[in-house]
C-alpha cells in the first residue's frame, strides 16, 4: 500500500520530473477535461448555480495551468490553456449572455485566455531550459563515469568534507573492498578497513590532505594488506578540485598498484647485492695477483710492464665500481655503517685536492681552507671529495680551473668545489642526486661514462652525518657542489 502511495507521489510531483525531456499530451488533456466536467457535475447538480462557478474555475484552472507547464513543459502548458479556454467559451455560451454582459464576458476571456497563454509558456520554456540543463548534466557525469572506468588505476572523488561520491571497478579490485558512495573518509569504518591508519588523519591521507591544505600531493606510497592477505605496494596522489570560484568544492585520487615494479624491483636489488658480492672476491684476487706482479718489474720487459700497469689500473677501476654497487645495496638494505672520529676536514681536503692535482688535467686551487674539525666517517667523507672532485675533473674541460674552499657558516663547516665545465639542466639538479641516474648528455656528441651511482652515495653518506648537499649550476658555464656538515666547536 504504502509503496503505491509512494509511487502515486513520485508520478505527480512535478520535481521528480525534472530532467527528463519526454513530455506527456495525454495526462494534461485528461486531468483538465475531468477536472471541467467534473466542475460542471458539481455546479449544475449540486450547486445548481452555474454562475456561481466562474472564480473557482478561474483558480483551479490557473493551478493546473502551472503544474501541467511545470511538469510536461511549454506543450503541456498550452494543452491546459486550450481546453480552459474551450470551458470559459461553453460557459459563457450556456450562460445566455446578451449585451454589454456578453461583450464583458468575452474580454475577460480574452484576457484571461492571453495571460494563461503567457504564464504557461514562460513556466513552460524554463522548465524545458532546467531539463535539458539537467540532462546535459547528467551526460557528462555519464561520460566521465565511462571514462573513469576505463582507466586502469583505481579512482576516488570526494566532496568538499571527504564523502565518497564517485569511485570505479578497479579501485574495488585493488583494494579487495567496495568503497561505498556516502563513505565519510576519516570517519566511517569498513569491516576490513582499506582507509586504514595510512590514510585515516590529513596527515597520513592524500586525499584528506589535498581536502585539507588544498594543495595537489603526489605519488605516496603506501603498503596495503588486503583480505586476502597479500601485501601491496600502492601509489596514491590526489588532487582538490575548485569551482569557478576558486572554492574547494571536492578531491580526487589516483590509486595505483604498482606491487609488480616493487618487486621487480627488489629482485633487481637484491640482484644487483648478490652480483657484487660475489664479484668482490675474485676482483680483490686479481688485484693481489697483478700487484705482487708489478711490485716485479725488473724481471719484465718494458711492454710487458705497460700491459700489467693498464691491467691494474682497470682492475682499480672495476674494484671502485663494485666498492660502489655494493654501497648501493647497503644503502637499500640500511646497511651502510659509519665509524666516527674528531678530525680536521680542511686537512682532510687539502690531502684530497693534493692526490687529485697530479692526475688531473685542470688546474686545482683551495682558494680558503677554515680550520674546522668534525666528527665524522673519516673515509666515508673521503669518498664524498673525492666522488665531487673526479666529477668536477669529468665534466670540465682540462684547460679550466676547479676552485675548492672550506667554509664556515653558522653551525656548519661547508665545503664547496666549483668547475667551469658543462653544467647541469635546471630540472636536473634534484634528479642527479637519486639513484642510478645520469643527466644525460648537455653537449652533442659527447658521452661520459659512469652509472650514476656517486651522488646517490655522497647524499646518503652527507645525509647520515646530518649535513646537507646540493649543487648550483649554470648550464655550459658550470656547477659548484655544496657539501655542509655540522662542525665540533673546540
Ligand atoms: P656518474 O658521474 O658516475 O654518472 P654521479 O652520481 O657522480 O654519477 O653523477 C650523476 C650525474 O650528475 C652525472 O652523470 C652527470 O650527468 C651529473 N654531474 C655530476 N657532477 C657534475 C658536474 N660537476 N658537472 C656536470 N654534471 C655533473
Same mark, same amino acid.
Given at each position: 500500500?504504502?509503496?503505491?502511495?509512494?509511487?502515486? !507521489?513520485?508520478?505527480?510531483?512535478?520535481?521528480?520530473?525534472?530532467?527528463?525531456?519526454?513530455?506527456?499530451?495525454?495526462?494534461?488533456?485528461?486531468?483538465?477535461?475531468?477536472?471541467?466536467?467534473?466542475?460542471?457535475?458539481?455546479?449544475?447538480?449540486?450547486?445548481?448555480?452555474?454562475?456561481?462557478?466562474?472564480?473557482?474555475?478561474?483558480?483551479?484552472?490557473?493551478?493546473?495551468?502551472?503544474?501541467?507547464?511545470?511538469?510536461?513543459?511549454?506543450?503541456?502548458?498550452?494543452?491546459?490553456?486550450? /481546453?480552459?479556454?474551450?470551458?470559459?467559451?461553453?460557459?459563457? !455560451?450556456?450562460?445566455?449572455?446578451?449585451?454589454?454582459?456578453?461583450?464583458?464576458?468575452?474580454?475577460?476571456?480574452?484576457?484571461?485566455?492571453?495571460?494563461? #497563454?503567457?504564464?504557461?509558456?514562460?513556466?513552460?520554456?524554463?522548465?524545458?531550459?532546467?531539463?535539458?540543463?539537467?540532462?546535459?548534466?547528467?551526460?557528462?557525469?555519464?561520460?566521465?563515469?565511462?571514462?573513469?572506468?576505463?582507466?586502469?588505476?583505481?579512482?576516488?572523488?570526494?566532496?568538499?568534507?571527504?564523502?565518497?561520491?564517485?569511485?570505479?571497478?578497479?579501485?574495488? #579490485?585493488?583494494?579487495?573492498?567496495?568503497?561505498?558512495?556516502?563513505?565519510?573518509?576519516?570517519?566511517?569504518?569498513?569491516?576490513?578497513?582499506?582507509?586504514?591508519?595510512?590514510?585515516?588523519?590529513?596527515?597520513?591521507?592524500? /586525499?584528506?590532505?589535498?581536502?585539507?591544505?588544498?594543495?595537489?600531493?603526489?605519488?605516496?606510497? !603506501?603498503? !596495503?594488506?588486503?583480505?586476502?592477505?597479500?601485501?601491496?605496494?600502492?601509489?596514491?596522489?590526489?588532487?582538490?578540485?575548485?569551482?569557478?570560484?576558486?572554492?574547494?568544492?571536492?578531491?580526487?585520487?589516483?590509486?595505483?598498484?604498482?606491487?609488480?615494479?616493487?618487486? #621487480?624491483?627488489?629482485?633487481?636489488?637484491?640482484?644487483?647485492?648478490?652480483?657484487?658480492?660475489?664479484?668482490?672476491?675474485?676482483?680483490?684476487?686479481?688485484?693481489?695477483?697483478?700487484?705482487?706482479?708489478?711490485?716485479?718489474?725488473?724481471?719484465?720487459?718494458?711492454?710487458?710492464?705497460?700491459?700489467?700497469?693498464?691491467?691494474?689500473?682497470?682492475?682499480?677501476?672495476?674494484?671502485?665500481?663494485?666498492?660502489?654497487?655494493?654501497?648501493?645495496?647497503?644503502?637499500?638494505?640500511?646497511?651502510?655503517?659509519?665509524?666516527?672520529?674528531?678530525?680536521?676536514?680542511?686537512?682532510?681536503?687539502?690531502?684530497?685536492?693534493?692526490?687529485?692535482?697530479?692526475?688531473?688535467?685542470?688546474?686545482?686551487?683551495?682558494?680558503?681552507?677554515?680550520?674546522?674539525?668534525?666528527?665524522?666517517?673519516?673515509?666515508?667523507?673521503?669518498?664524498?671529495?673525492?666522488?665531487?672532485?673526479?666529477?668536477?675533473?669529468?665534466?670540465?674541460?682540462?684547460?679550466?680551473?676547479?676552485?675548492?674552499?672550506?667554509?664556515?657558516?653558522?653551525?656548519?663547516?661547508?665545503?664547496?668545489?666549483?668547475?667551469?665545465?658543462?653544467?647541469?639542466?635546471?630540472?636536473?639538479?634534484?634528479?642527479?642526486?637519486?639513484?642510478?641516474?645520469?643527466?644525460?648528455?648537455?653537449?652533442?656528441?659527447?658521452?661520459?661514462?659512469?652509472?650514476?651511482?656517486?651522488?646517490?652515495?655522497?647524499?646518503?653518506?652527507?645525509?647520515?652525518?646530518?649535513?646537507?648537499?646540493?649543487?648550483?649550476?649554470?648550464?655550459?658555464?658550470?656547477?659548484?657542489?655544496?657539501?655542509?656538515?655540522?662542525?665540533?666547536?673546540?
Amino acid at each position: 500500500m504504502l509503496t503505491i502511495l509512494r509511487r502515486i !507521489y513520485h508520478y505527480l510531483n512535478p520535481l521528480q520530473h525534472i530532467g527528463e525531456t519526454k513530455y506527456s499530451y495525454a495526462f494534461p488533456l485528461i486531468v483538465t477535461s475531468l477536472t471541467a466536467l467534473i466542475l460542471q457535475l458539481i455546479f449544475v447538480f449540486i450547486v445548481r448555480d452555474i454562475k456561481a462557478v466562474g472564480l473557482y474555475a478561474i483558480i483551479i484552472f490557473l493551478g493546473l495551468i502551472v503544474y501541467f507547464a511545470f511538469r510536461e513543459g511549454k506543450k503541456g502548458g498550452f494543452i491546459t490553456v486550450a /481546453l480552459t479556454t474551450l470551458y470559459y467559451i461553453y460557459l459563457t !455560451y450556456a450562460l445566455h449572455y446578451s449585451g454589454d454582459h456578453l461583450i464583458s464576458a468575452i474580454d475577460t476571456l480574452v484576457t484571461l485566455a492571453i495571460l494563461y #497563454l503567457i504564464l504557461a509558456g514562460v513556466i513552460g520554456w524554463l522548465k524545458e531550459v532546467i531539463d535539458k540543463l539537467v540532462e546535459q548534466e547528467v551526460d557528462e557525469k555519464r561520460r566521465l563515469q565511462a571514462i573513469i572506468e576505463q582507466l586502469p588505476v583505481g579512482v576516488l572523488v570526494t566532496d568538499d568534507k571527504g564523502r565518497v561520491v564517485q569511485g570505479n571497478k578497479r579501485l574495488d #579490485l585493488i583494494l579487495g573492498i567496495k568503497i561505498p558512495l556516502g563513505f565519510l573518509l576519516g570517519r566511517d569504518t569498513l569491516q576490513n578497513d582499506p582507509t586504514n591508519e595510512y590514510q585515516l588523519t590529513p596527515a597520513t591521507s592524500p /586525499l584528506l590532505r589535498s581536502l585539507a591544505n588544498g594543495k595537489t600531493v603526489l605519488r605516496r606510497e !603506501y603498503e !596495503y594488506i588486503r583480505n586476502d592477505k597479500k601485501k601491496l605496494f600502492l601509489e596514491i596522489s590526489s588532487s582538490p578540485i575548485r569551482n569557478r570560484a576558486g572554492k574547494l568544492i571536492a578531491a580526487a585520487s589516483i590509486i595505483s598498484d604498482v606491487t609488480a615494479q616493487k618487486e #621487480l624491483e627488489l629482485r633487481k636489488d637484491d640482484f644487483v647485492n648478490m652480483a657484487s658480492h660475489e664479484l668482490k672476491t675474485p676482483i680483490t684476487s686479481l688485484k693481489l695477483y697483478v700487484g705482487s706482479l708489478t711490485g716485479h718489474d725488473h724481471e719484465f720487459d718494458d711492454r710487458t710492464m705497460r700491459i700489467l700497469r693498464g691491467m691494474k689500473n682497470q682492475t682499480d677501476k672495476l674494484q671502485e665500481l663494485v666498492e660502489d654497487l655494493l654501497d648501493v645495496s647497503r644503502i637499500q638494505t640500511g646497511k651502510l655503517q659509519f665509524r666516527k672520529e674528531r678530525f680536521r676536514l680542511d686537512m682532510l681536503v687539502k690531502e684530497i685536492v693534493g692526490e687529485l692535482s697530479t692526475l688531473s688535467k685542470q688546474e686545482m686551487k683551495i682558494m680558503k681552507a677554515a680550520a674546522v674539525t668534525i666528527y665524522a666517517d673519516k673515509f666515508r667523507i673521503y669518498q664524498v671529495m673525492t666522488n665531487l672532485l673526479t666529477n668536477a675533473m669529468k665534466y670540465s674541460p682540462s684547460d679550466r680551473k676547479i676552485i675548492v674552499a672550506v667554509t664556515k657558516n653558522g653551525a656548519d663547516a661547508v665545503v664547496s668545489i666549483q668547475d667551469f665545465g658543462i653544467g647541469i639542466p635546471k630540472d636536473q639538479r634534484r634528479k642527479i642526486f637519486e639513484r642510478l641516474h645520469q643527466a644525460g648528455d648537455t653537449l652533442p656528441g659527447q658521452t661520459f661514462p659512469g652509472l650514476g651511482m656517486g651522488l646517490y652515495i655522497s647524499r646518503e653518506i652527507v645525509r647520515r652525518h646530518s649535513g646537507k648537499i646540493w649543487v648550483e649550476s649554470i648550464l655550459g658555464e658550470g656547477s659548484t657542489f655544496f657539501v655542509s656538515l655540522p662542525y665540533m666547536k673546540t
